[in-house]
């Protein structure tokens, strides 16, 4: 609760006796009223795949800012955006992800595999075997490792499959909403 009543005073930049309070009750009425249920974390913490994951996701960052930036700076240049259903390899279910130029990022399958080997470090760095099992990802961590390209059977051109939203396999695959 003094994390969140420091907070709000940062959030005012102020630091007054009322700010403080004000944050104490804030914090208060956040972690009483609104409590939530506990996690049971039935995984396993890999320190070595955390690392992997967390500066893997701090590159992607940086770099997706960085496209960010450049497409709205280009001058005339209308990105095809498009919303893709990925199904994960997880009991959890279906994403839905939105591109915002999806042939930039190497088309539907592209951003696919790109999502699934996301997943996969999330699974290395904090699954137990029996997850890592359940989801099909092997223990190793190269036997289902995707080929340089980042697409399963794919030729090596990034984008090769453009947009199509057809997948072509017979695993589950992407469906594009435009």
Do not use: K
Request: aromatic residues 6%; without cysteine; positive net charge.
């Amino acid at each position: 609760m003094a994390w969140l009543a420091a907070v709000w005073v940062l959030l005012w930049g102020d630091v007054t006796w009322a700010n403080v309070l004000a944050g104490l009750a804030v914090g208060l009425v956040v972690t009483w009223g609104f409590r939530m249920s506990p996690i049971a974390f039935g995984g396993r913490v890999h320190p070595w795949r955390l690392v992997v994951l967390v500066a893997r996701f701090a590159a992607d960052l940086v770099v997706a800012s960085f496209e960010v930036a450049a497409l709205a700076l280009r001058p005339g240049w209308t990105p095809h955006g498009a919303v893709i259903r990925v199904e994960a390899r997880r009991h959890t279910g279906v994403l839905y992800l939105h591109v915002l130029d999806v042939a930039h990022s190497g088309g539907v399958e592209g951003m696919r595999a790109r999502v699934l080997a996301q997943e996969e470090r999330v699974l290395r760095a904090l699954a137990s075997p029996a997850e890592l099992a359940a989801a099909g990802v092997a223990r190793s961590g190269s036997a289902s490792r995707l080929p340089a390209s980042g697409l399963p059977g794919a030729s090596g051109a990034p984008g090769a499959s453009g947009a199509s939203g057809s997948s072509g396999s017979s695993g589950p695959g992407p469906e594009v909403a435009r």
